[in-house]
C-alpha cells in the first residue's frame, strides 16, 4: 500500500522524469476532486495526501541510503494540487467549468515543475532536510510559489489585458 501511494498509482515508475509525470499524474485527478466536492474538497486532499506521503515516504525509505528516489512522486502531486488552488477557486468563485481556465492549468504545471527543479531559496532549505518531511515540504513549498505565480499571471490577464 505504501509503494502504491508514494509512487501514485506507480506513475513514479515511468521514465523519463518520473517526477513530471507524477505531476501530469495529479491533474487529471485534481479534476476529478474538483468535479465531485469542489475547491475544498482540493484542499482537504492536499492535506491527506501530504500526510499519507509522509508516512509512505518513511516506510519505502526506512533502511535505504537514499531518503528520496526518484520514483516517490506523491510530493510532486501535493505540490502540483496546491499550484492548482487558485485556478480551482477561481472557477468556482466565477461559477465556471475549471476546465474553462486551462490556460491556468498550464500556468500551475509549466510555474510548479519550475520551482521543483530549479529549488530556488526556501524550496532548496527544504530538500536539504532530507528524512519524509524535507522530501514532502520542499515540493510544498514549491507549489505555493507556483500558486502566487498563478494568481499573479491571471490578476495581469484578467485586470491588465482584458
Not at 518520473?18 to 476532486?33: D, H, M, R, Y
Not at 520551482?115 to 505555493?144: E, N, Q, R, S, Y
Amino acid at each position: 500500500m505504501t509503494h502504491l501511494i508514494a509512487t501514485f498509482f506507480y506513475a513514479g515508475h515511468l521514465r523519463p522524469a518520473p517526477g513530471t509525470w507524477g505531476s501530469l499524474a495529479a491533474l487529471p485527478v485534481a479534476g476529478v476532486i474538483y468535479t465531485i466536492v469542489g475547491p475544498w474538497g482540493l484542499v482537504v486532499a492536499c492535506i491527506l495526501a501530504y500526510a499519507l506521503g509522509v508516512w509512505a515516504t518513511a516506510v519505502e525509505t526506512k533502511g535505504k541510503d537514499n531518503h528520496d528516489p526518484s520514483e516517490i512522486v506523491i510530493d510532486e502531486v501535493v505540490g502540483q494540487w496546491i499550484a492548482l488552488l487558485p485556478v480551482a477557486f477561481g472557477a468556482w468563485v466565477r461559477g465556471i467549468e475549471i476546465t474553462a481556465l486551462w490556460p491556468g492549468w498550464i500556468a500551475a504545471f509549466v510555474l510548479f515543475r519550475l520551482f521543483d527543479i530549479t529549488k530556488w531559496g526556501p524550496v532548496g532549505w527544504a530538500d536539504k532536510l532530507h528524512g519524509p518531511t524535507g522530501v514532502m515540504l520542499d515540493d510544498v513549498i514549491a507549489g505555493v510559489f507556483a500558486a502566487i505565480g498563478v494568481g499573479v499571471l491571471a490578476a495581469l490577464f484578467h485586470l491588465v489585458l482584458l
